[in-house]
């Protein structure tokens, strides 16, 4: 898997990451079933905290993409109904949308509307994180 970071991109790294493997996955350069490289040859290779692939592999986690085996590894998850994630993806634009065209409607630039998405999606992943904790 060759994976590129832009460090000036404005994009956060591991929405980066996150992108270079959904699309990986979706273009068949890696194949259900198979393992993802460590947290730490990733970090090495790309020059990064470990932290932020860890990150990255969470979040996929959380969406279905990847699945921890403890022990194992990160693998890329068995496949999805492509169907019903089409129409989950389509019905998240649509709520998406509305929410952008509110907060262009209030002048906020695109990097605003960016900073304002990623600041609420943070919470939410830190509270689903949480959650799983103290159960």
């Known amino acids: 898997m060759n994976l590129r970071i832009n460090f000036s991109s404005g994009v956060p790294i591991y929405l980066q990451l996150i992108e270079q493997i959904k699309h ?50 990160v693998f890329v998850a068995g496949p999805q109904s492509s169907t019903a994630k089409t129409a989950e993806i389509r019905k998240a634009g649509e709520v998406l949308r509305t929410a952008m065209e509110k907060g262009m409607a209030l002048d906020l630039s695109k990097s605003e509307l960016r900073r304002v998405f990623e600041d609420e999606l943070s919470r939410l992943q830190e509270k689903a994180a949480a959650t799983r904790r103290r159960t």
């Open 24 to 73: 990986a996955v979706e273009t068949g350069a890696i194949r259900s079933g198979e393992q993802l490289p460590t947290i730490r040859s990733v970090a090495e290779e790309l020059t990064m905290n470990p932290n932020t692939v860890a990150r990255a592999y969470r979040e996929l986690e959380s969406e279905g993409i990847v699945e921890v085996r403890h022990g194992s590894g």
